[in-house]
């Protein structure tokens, strides 16, 4: 096996395990909360690369793509954050808080409900086709000879740069700010933090707003990179999404990340390497093996039955 193939196949995995653990930090923080998953978040990452490309529309009909394209794209990556985190609140409010009290079943049903209605109405207003932006950041970075080198775009590196520096942003802010207080405050005692004077409400909905951020950003960056989607795009991605948090630990931050990182890289070396049409049987497969030695996945901490 040629140094420069399994090279090629690390940067690929980098780069798309740096997605999956973006995403996968919206399962774990929600579930690190509530107790529960939200199976809608997968769309919400669909819902992100349709607003992205929407965003980039108008900037193109204003004229501010011809002026500067770098701003235009950190215009429409915040545009996109502030709108998908909308989404997000917006799936806190209707699926999840009305039934905070109810059975755990019924919110997980809400979820999977409202997975379906995004996914309509995607469907329903942008139409069922593949949907695709213009290549705007274009350059390679190549290591090695002319016949054997790796190559990595700038937008890989970019994936890989943004999403190190968001998932370093996002454990400041849960570890030093009064926020992340509330939220450690509210994931281990929810009761007592109400009678601490915490807003758990409040806490709850940020935490759903700071998933849908990250899901923003990956939904941002996978349209930069791959430039076409279609509103079915969240199913997939989000099931592999899910698994990394549960790979890394569910409810664990580092572990997300640890998780997208260990998927994307296997399943990269897995279809580069042996057989692309057996990566997800792979995948999923390493992600029993852990399970059955490691429970509660790599970073994860065994729950404490409360008496």
Not at 35 to 48: L, T
Request: proline share 2%.
């Amino acid at each position: 096996m040629d140094w420069h193939i399994f090279a090629q196949q690390l940067v690929n995995g980098l780069v798309l395990g740096s997605i999956y653990g973006l995403i996968a930090i919206g399962y774990t923080m929600v579930y690190g909360i509530i107790g529960m998953i939200n199976f809608a978040h997968g769309d919400i990452y669909m819902v992100s690369a349709y607003l992205t490309a929407i965003f980039l529309a108008i900037l193109t009909m204003l004229g501010v793509t011809a002026v500067s394209v770098p701003l235009a794209l950190v215009v429409v990556m915040l545009l996109t954050i502030m709108f998908t985190a909308l989404y997000g609140w917006t799936v806190e409010r209707v699926a999840y808080r009305p039934l905070r009290g109810s059975t755990r079943l019924a919110p997980l049903i809400s979820a999977i409900g409202m997975s379906l209605v995004l996914q309509n109405y995607v469907q329903i207003s942008q139409g069922a086709r593949n949907q695709g932006i213009p290549s705007l950041i274009e350059g390679t970075l190549r290591v090695g000879g002319e016949s054997a080198y790796v190559q990595i775009t700038t937008v890989q590196l970019l994936i890989v740069v943004v999403s190190f520096v968001a998932m370093g942003i996002l454990t400041y802010i849960i570890h030093k700010t009064s926020l992340g207080r509330q939220c450690r405050a509210t994931q281990q005692d929810r009761k007592m933090a109400n009678i601490l004077g915490i807003n758990t409400d409040r806490v709850i909905s940020m935490v759903f707003l700071i998933g849908a951020a990250m899901a923003a950003i990956a939904g941002a960056l996978v349209s930069f990179n791959y430039g076409s989607f279609d509103f079915y795009i969240g199913f997939v991605t989000g099931i592999k999404a899910f698994t990394a948090a549960v790979l890394g630990g569910i409810g664990s931050l580092p572990g997300a990340m640890l998780g997208g990182l260990i998927l994307g890289l296997s399943e990269s070396l897995f279809s580069g390497l042996i057989n692309t049409d057996y990566k997800d049987v792979f995948a999923f497969a390493l992600l029993v093996l852990v399970l059955i030695f490691r429970p509660s996945g790599l970073l994860g901490k065994p729950e404490v039955e409360k008496v």
